[in-house]
Structures are given as structure tokens and as C-alpha cells.
């Protein structure tokens, strides 16, 4: 299988930078006091849209030919990927057709309509979200950009990382999050070509731990039930992303919803950070794991900021 | 009367600087489309300590003679710079005397206590306070730094608006808040002292509006009676800033409690950013008077995150 080499991210990173944002690497010695180690946050909830979905939609939007361009844009996501796409096709002035199960939070369908996507909803099953966006598909000609089991999308991803060792080259650990792990791939692949000796290690909620067992196993074994707060790593991880992290992750650990919990609260309380539950997993994991990061320097992907903040969990 | 000079502010900053963060600059384009204007959002949430505070106790405290120092500092505060005067202290090596309050919310004492601050509770009011401050330093021969009715803790404050203007230094406007006008007296030393051509703009609780009363009279007013969910700004203007104030402030303008809390939600919903209430002023302020502001191009102080997550507004 053909990864995308450092070249391609790199062109990725050219393509997608006047539309995203360069976001800041923070550090708060509070934290690193409370983990024993030095810790450089990557602040992906600045980034446009709330998340690093925007890198991965812009980069897949802009590498379309002309024609497709022309027929516009879909896919079906109840989450980040949604907006980023609406809005990556906005960018671009193409439509965007966005498939979404008809009991998504009203919030998650503003931020469609608000980057001027249409919604075409459907029954909450994963059955109904396929027939649905072949449909619109068949009915628009829209190109179908997946969320994360795309290389256009997963070397969008990789960018974070890329901007994340040019601000802090000297780490002995990058940690990003694993859902379908579009992020978590295009970090491993970027880290790897920049530099092999730095470890990538990922954090999954312990109740959506499909990523840890497979990466086990050695073959995608799916989510059966999922129960976790973490809403945006539900999805069993996909087949591209899985090849590279069976080849360039050195590890997944897991975290429970309490421990996730506590993590969000200290990046709420010590960082000023507005984090969504999944955006605090990885940093749940090094606390549930303190004793392996003891002394070094860890780059964590915080991947979003998107949550209700009438439903934080303290 | 003296203020202090562009090489005093200079000099500060240079002191300063290794004990302190330079906190980013951030923009949020939904934000600035609400707003109709273009705003730079100077985030000392992210400052150490959690607020600006940092700054100009840090500043007073390096200042110090050598013998002054071996005694410690003291002062009374139930807000930020109780925890930055500890800080700074317990930077510098030496002991500090902090007088609250007893009725001070436990997470304030807490902080104090987390930098070696040695508390000292008094009843809660201002004369128990003035009083208990000077037994202390009798006993002790700790220097009293001020919250913010002295020069060297404005020279430290004034260090914020030189970081946003080194950042962005082609603004119309810059705005602070203003409650003991240490951040506000400084900031509009910085900016004046930088650019005479940019304007410098308080926000205000109407709930606490004697700067705005005071400015308008031409001497200071204080407040009788504060109500008001900005509490790092209850407190009447300082005889210092206020001489500054009236010199290089051009309008300060209110804002209601609605409108504070309105203005923290976009900031913790659009930005990701955990800001007080006291931070959130400048915007809302902006907010309530948005026609006066359109097209230009804004900086805003965000003065400080510490916020109670139980107690959130919303």
C-alpha cells in the first residue's frame, strides 16, 4: 500500500494554508507539575471550525479536478467533518450535500447551514446514512469526500503534526486521539518522516476501544457497543488509516469517561481551553499511564473544542 | 506628575520577561463578522497565574532592593493579584504576606497557597483589611505592593499592550477593562507612548461604573454600591491610574451584566477560550456600541480566565 510520502504532506500543508489557521502550541507548567513531564499542546479547537477536520476537507476539496468541483461536494457525518466540509466547499464556492441522521443536534445542523451546506436527512442507522448519501450521489454527481478513509483527507490530517514539529522539533512522544483515525494516522506519518525517532502514541476512551484491540489483533475488529462521553470516537477505525497505524504507532492506551472527564476539567481550569471530551482523551491517557512519560517531552494533539456548553460534565 | 516612559515600560518587559508567558494573539472570523469589525484578541487568560496580574506583580517584585527582598512583600487581595503577588514572590525567592478576606472563595486561598503565599484572614471589610495589611508589614518589614495604585505594577501591566502592538502593531483601537485601571492605565502608556494615532477604549460594568463617572466629572467618584458578575473589577480607580486615564484614555464605555455574560458565551463558543467575566467587558462593551467600531481594526485585552467552571453563567 502507498502512503503518502512527506512531499505530498507538505504540498497538502502549501494547498490548505491561506484557509486554516496556524494554530499556537501552548504549554502550562501546571500541567506538566501535575504529569511529570513536559507537555506542548497543539490547539487544534482554534482551529477553523472548531477541530483539525478543517485541514482534512479543505485539502480533499481543493485537489478536485475542475469538473468535479463543478458538481460540488458530500458525505454523511453527524460531527466535525460535517462543518468542515460545508465550509471547505464554501471556501471554494462549490455545493456541498451533507447526509446527517435526523436526531443530530440542532447545533451540529446550524454549523452546516451556517457555511451554507445542505442537509439531507436520514433514519439514525448506519444502513440508511449509506443509502442516503448514494442517493444524493446518484441524484447531484457531488464527489463523496469521507471523513477519515481517504488519503486526501488523512494527508490534510498529517499537516498538524508537520506545523507541531516545526514549532517544537525536539519531542520524544506526539499523542493524538484515534476515532477512525484519519488524525492519528496523518500524525504518525508526518512524525515518522520528519523525524523516526519520535514515538506516536495514541489515546482511545475505553468504551470505544476498537483501535486498541485491533492494533492488538493485528485486523480491524469493530466497535459492537459503544459508551463513552468522548462523542467524536465512536467510529470504528478505517482501513487506510489502520495500515498505517499498525506500521507507524507505537502504542494505544486507553481512558476511561472519568479519567477523560478530569482531563477536560484541567485543560478547562489550567489551560483556559474550551476542549470537547475527545479532545482531552490523549492527554487522559498519559495521566492514566503517568509513570511511562516520566521526564520527557510530549507534543498532544488537542483535536477539538466543539462541545454544549450547556451539558459540560462538571 | 511623572508617568512612567516607553524605556521604563521597556526596561519592565525585559525584567519580566523570563517569569512570564508571551500570550498568543488570536482572531476568529466568526467573531469579527458578528462584530463587524476586526478584532485581535491579546489572550492573557493564558497568562501565568491565569490573568495579566502576573505581570505587574512580577515587575514590582524584581524592582526590589536586595534588603527589601530579604523581607518579603505584602498585600491584600481577594482576586488575581493575591495569587500573582505569591507568584512572583515565590519566583523571586522571597516570603509573601497576602491578607483576605475570610469570606474569599476557597479556590482564591487555594492559589495563594500553591505559590508559598502565607495568608492572612481579616473580616471582610475594607478598614479590617487596611488595618490587618498594616500590622502585617509591622511585623514582618514586608514592602507593600499594591494592587494596582502604583507605578511599578502599571509599568508591568503596560508590558501586555507592547506584546499586542509588537504582534499587530497596525490597529484603530485598543481596549482594556478598567477596575483599579492598573491594566488600563498601562495600556494606554504603551499605546500612547507607541502610536498616538490609536485610540484607547475602556470597558466597564455598568454595575461598578466610577471610572466611566469618574471620567466623565474629571475627579474620582467611587462606587457606593457595586453589583456586578465581573468581580475583578469592583473596586473604584486608582489616584495614579486615573491621572493617566484622564490624560490617554479616549471614552470608556459600559456594559450590562446580559451583556457580559452574552460576550463570555461567544468567547467560550466561537474562541474556545475561558475567560472571566471581568475579561469578557472589552467585547461586550464593543458589542453594545458596535456602530462605533465598524471596519476597524481592534485589539482586546482578554485580562484574565479564572472562572469557578461550577459556576458558569450559562
Same mark, same amino acid.
Given at each position: ?59 480533499? @476539496? ?19 467533518? $460535517?462543518?468542515? %466540509? ?17 436526531? #443530530? ?22 444502513? #440508511?446514512?449509506?443509502?442516503? %448519501? ?19 483527507? @488523512?494527508?490534510?490530517? #498529517?499537516?498538524?503534526? %508537520? ?60 466497535? +459492537?457497543?459503544?459508551?463513552?462521553? #468522548? ?23 486507553? $481512558? ?12 478547562? +481550569? ?9 479532545? $482531552? ?6 495521566? $492514566? ?19 454544549? %456548553? ?5
Amino acid at each position: 500500500m502507498n502512503f503518502p510520502t512527506l512531499s505530498n504532506i507538505r504540498a497538502a500543508h502549501e494547498r490548505i494554508q491561506p484557509f486554516i489557521h496556524r494554530t499556537p502550541v501552548l504549554t502550562s507548567s501546571a500541567i506538566n507539575e501535575i504529569a511529570g513531564c513536559k507537555i506542548f499542546f497543539k490547539c487544534e479547537n482554534f482551529q477553523k471550525v472548531g477541530a483539525f477536520k478543517a485541514r482534512g476537507a479543505a485539502n480533499a @476539496v481543493l485537489k478536485l479536478s475542475p469538473e468535479q468541483k463543478s458538481k460540488g461536494v458530500a458525505t454523511h457525518s453527524s460531527g466535525n467533518h $460535517a462543518a468542515a %466540509l460545508a465550509r471547505a466547499a464554501s471556501v471554494a464556492g462549490i455545493p456541498s450535500y451533507i447526509v446527517m441522521p435526523s436526531n #443530530a443536534p440542532e447545533i451540529k445542523k446550524k454549523a452546516v447551514r451556517g457555511y451554507g451546506g445542505e442537509i439531507v436527512e436520514c433514519e439514525p442507522t448506519l444502513q #440508511a446514512r449509506e443509502t442516503t %448519501l448514494q442517493e444524493v450521489v446518484a441524484r447531484t454527481g457531488a464527489t463523496f469526500i469521507p471523513p477519515f478513509d481517504f488519503w486526501d483527507v @488523512v494527508e490534510g490530517q #498529517a499537516t498538524c503534526a %508537520l506545523e507541531l514539529l516545526e514549532a517544537q522539533p525536539d519531542l520524544d512522544v506526539v499523542m493524538a486521539p484515534v476515532g477512525g483515525g484519519g488524525l492519528l494516522a496523518g500524525t504518525a506519518l508526518a512524525v515518522h518522516n520528519l523525524n523516526p525517532k519520535i514515538e506516536v502514541i495514541a489515546g482511545e476512551p475505553t468504551g470505544a476501544d476498537d483501535a486498541f484491540r485491533s492494533f492488538q489483533a493485528g485486523e480491524i475488529l469493530p466497535n +459492537e457497543k459503544t459508551q463513552t462521553i #468522548a462523542d467524536g470516537l465512536l467510529t470504528t477505525v478505517g482501513r487506510l488509516p489502520f495500515a498505517v497505524i499498525q506500521e507507524h504507532v507505537d502504542s494505544i492506551l486507553l $481512558a476511561t469517561d472519568p479519567q477523560i472527564v478530569d482531563a477536560m476539567r484541567i485543560l478547562f +481550569e489550567r489551560m483556559k481551553l474550551v476542549v470537547e471530551p475527545s479532545g $482531552a482523551v490523549p492527554l487522559a491517557a498519559l495521566l $492514566a499511564n503517568i509513570e511511562r512519560f516520566a521526564g520527557k517531552r510530549i507534543g498532544i494533539i488537542i483535536s477539538g473544542g466543539n462541545v454544549d %456548553l450547556g451539558k459540560l460534565p462538571f
